[in-house]
Structures are given as C-alpha cells and as structure tokens.
C-alpha cells in the first residue's frame, strides 16, 4: 500500500499540537507571566487528538480495502493493530507505574491498584479510582481506549463477512452516538462508546472511501478547506465548564476539513523531511513526550533564573529532547517490536493477502 505523505504530515502535526499543549499547562501551572496565553495554547492543542482520530478512520479503511471479509482478514486486522499498539503502550505505562512507585513526589493522581491497572493495559474505559477522573494509569491512554474500541468493531464487522465495511461500520458509529445522545450514560465505558468524538472515525472513513473511488479536489478547494477547518479550530473549543460531550460535532468537523484539504488534492505535494520523520514516530512522540516533559521541568525549576528565561530554557531542552526521544524510541522499540510481532503473526496465520496489505508506512495507531 502506498505511503501518504500528507498523512504522516498531519501525524507531525497532530503529535506537535498535543505536545505543546502540554508544555503549555507545564508552563503555565507555575505562574509565570501570559498564564492566559499559555491556557489558551494549552486548550488549542488538544485539537491534535481530534485530527488524529480523523486520521486513524482513513488509515484503517484504506488498510482492510480491498481484502475479502472473513475470519481470516478479521484476525489479521485486528492481530496486526495489537502488535502495533500495545507493545509501546504497555511499556509507557509500566514506566509511569514504576516511576510513581520509586518517586511518588514526581507523579500525581497516583493509583495502582491491580483491577485499575489491568482495565488500563486491556484498553477498558475507566475512572482513576483516586480522582474519578474517566482516564487510564497513563493519563495520555484515553485515546487508545477509543482506539482499540474502533479496530474492534472494525474487526467484527469483517467477520461477518460484510463487504462494505465502511458503511456498516459508520451506520455502528452514527447509531452509537445518537443512542448516547437519547440515554446520556453515567456508566464510563458506555459514555465512552456513545461519545460524540467517535464521529471523527466516521470522518475518515468517508474520505478514504472518496479517495479509493479516485475522488480528489483542485488546490482552491484545498485551500478553502483547510482555512475553514483552522477558523473552526481557532473559533471553536472547549465550554467553560471544562465538559466537550458534543467535541465530535464541534472540532470533528473541523478537523476533517483540514484532513480533507491536506489529503484529497489531485497533486502530491514534497513536503520538510522533518516533518515526515516527526510523523514516523508520532506514535512514540505521543506517548513518550510526558516523560521528558517532566524532566526537563525538573531540570530548569533547580536552575537561579527569572520565570522568562526558566520558561525559554524549557523549550530549548524540552522539544529538542522530546523530537530526539521520539525518534531513537520509534527506531529502537516502535520498529523492531512491529517487524518481530509480524513475522509472528506471518508464522501462525500463514501469508495471505491480508497480511501482505498492511503497510508499515500509512498505518499507525492515530495517535
């Protein structure tokens, strides 16, 4: 399967925007001057999830075209996005176990207990027993949740032997959302699966179906497209109340539109090599960069300087670090992790067509 540039553009992105927002509530949390530049940051940069989530339902539809529904593809699909998701996953969140456990100073909203630990590295939504909080032990997992609930119904939908996956599985998703808006769940798990923001799967769904169909816009409309997106972006967010039940019919919108824009022209566009090594490892960038985060906070809140130049001097060892981090953990343990569990998965479910269609390049967890 081919590789899109401008999907792993959008990947660097979306991982960026996460980051920043979360070196902005560091930032920010400790007074220093602009604190309401640094919340605004902060609220924008949420805004990378939303493209990822789009992002993610192109990339799944694109990798199951094509194949024959069944039991076979079922099991490869679904096998194939645990050996890409998990490895990493598991070990950021023993990581931040172990870390809480030897310096419980450095973590907060500090829990561990077995039943919470396990629902968190199984991909079930929960609340932080400690805080209430509906989030896994690492906090950054609540998007996986979403994930691993997507390639399951996905999963499900090619057992059936169903061949147009994408309409099945967005009339899944519509129905869902439409179903939460009418019992409004308290439960974490069904709030979680009804949530407005599992329309932003639906999103990519679509446009990977208009694109397989050779559908593709001028670069006016591209344009149109992704200024509108970004308008919606900047004039649109989060209510004050903290609350984004309806975030899937705010944001989602607009961040298809940016996905479409970037993804539908009729030219390929070269685009910095940088960003295409961000986007590479913007599955390592989005769960690793906490970790640094932390210690570069650390780092500069020992160092004799003014609140300015204490937050400058986080920057020029935060995102330098971060990127750098990023990349060494998508080469070292990304890669090898997903080459060893294929070949595996190669072994046990013998080639197949399936197996072959999966490319290392456009796949990803979207996040």
Known sequence: ?????????????AALLVVFCHAAGEVGGHGVSASQTWHLVNEKGLFGVDIFFVVSGFVMMYIVSGQRPGSNAA??????????????????????????????????????????????????PSSNPLT???????????????????????????????????LV??????????????????????????????????????????????????????????V??????????????????????????AAAAIFAGAVLGRRD????????????ASYSLYLTH?????????????????PTLRVVLFFAIFVPGTLGFAVLSYRKLEVPTMRLGRRLLRQRLGETRAGKGVSTGTQGAGT
């Open 228 to 253: 509108a997106g970004v308008a919606g972006w900047l004039l649109m967010g989060p209510p004050a109340n903290g609350t984004f039940d309806m975030r899937g019919l705010v944001w989602g919108p």
């Open 75 to 124: 099991a490869w699909f679904i096998s194939d996005r645990i050996v890409r998701v998990v490895p990493l996953y598991w070990a950021a969140t023993l990581l931040s176990i172990c870390i809480g456990l030897a310096l419980p100073a450095l973590k907060h909203k500090n829990c561990y207990e077995v039943a919470y630990v396990l629902r968190s590295l199984f991909f079930v």
């Open 269 to 280: 566009i070269a685009y910095p090599k940088l960003l295409l090594t961000i986007g590479d």
């Open 169 to 226: 599985v967005a009339a899944i998703f519509v129905s869902l959302v439409a179903i939460g808006a009418w019992v409004n769940p308290e439960n974490v798990i069904l709030k979680s699966w009804t949530h407005t923001i599992i329309l932003e799967f639906v999103f990519g769904v679509l446009f990977a179906q208009l694109r397989l169909s050779g559908f593709r816009i001028g670069a006016t409309a591209q344009i149109a497209l992704i």
């Open 1 to 13: 399967m081919k590789k899109l540039d401008s999907i792993q553009v959008l990947r660097a992105v």
């Open 290 to 306: 906490l970790f640094v985060m932390r210690a570069s906070s650390l780092l500069v809140d020992h160092l004799s300087v003014g």
């Open 132 to 166: 209430g909080a509906p989030e896994p032990v690492l906090g950054l997992g609540w998007t996986l949740n979403f994930e691993m609930f997507f390639y399951a119904v996905i999963s499900l939908v090619l057992l059936t032997g169903i061949r147009r996956v994408y």
